[in-house]
Nanobody, 124 residues
C-alpha cells in the first residue's frame, strides 16, 4: 500500500511559478511510475507529466511541455512538479499518482494510488 500527500499549491499570478511536492509513504521500487494529473471544474482529469521511479522516461502533456518539469528524489520518496510561466488555464486541482508496471502512464486508469490533491489557482 502506498499513501501520497501533495503540497505546494496556492494562488499565483499569471507568469509566476509553483513547485508541487508529493511525498509517498509505503514501499515503492523500480517497478513504479509517478504521475501528475489535474482536474478543473467540470472537466475530466487530465494527464500532466509522468516519470519512472529511476528518474528516466519523462512524458509530458503538450500543455506542459517547455513550462513544467517533473522530477523525483528517491531518498526522500518524493516527486516534484516545477511549474513555470503559469497561465490561468492551468488552474485546477493537481493530483499525484503512483502505478506499477506501466510504460507511459498517461491515463488515470493506469494508476493504483492517488493523493488527495492540491489546488492551484492562477490569476490573470
Amino acid at each position: 500500500q502506498v499513501q501520497l500527500v501533495e503540497s505546494g499549491g496556492g494562488l499565483v499570478q499569471a507568469g509566476g511559478s509553483l513547485r508541487l511536492s508529493c511525498a509517498a509513504s509505503g514501499r515503492t521500487d523500480s517497478t513504479y511510475r509517478w504521475g501528475w494529473f489535474r482536474q478543473a471544474p467540470g472537466k475530466d482529469r487530465e494527464f500532466v507529466a509522468s516519470i519512472r521511479w529511476s528518474g528516466g522516461n519523462r512524458y509530458y502533456a503538450d500543455s506542459a511541455k517547455g513550462r513544467f518539469t517533473i522530477s523525483r528524489d528517491n531518498a526522500k520518496n518524493t516527486v516534484y512538479l516545477q511549474m513555470n510561466s503559469l497561465k490561468p488555464e492551468d488552474t485546477a486541482v493537481y493530483y499525484c499518482a503512483a502505478a506499477r508496471l506501466v510504460i507511459r502512464g498517461t491515463r488515470p486508469d493506469e494508476y493504483d494510488y492517488w493523493g488527495q490533491g492540491t489546488q492551484v489557482t492562477v490569476s490573470s
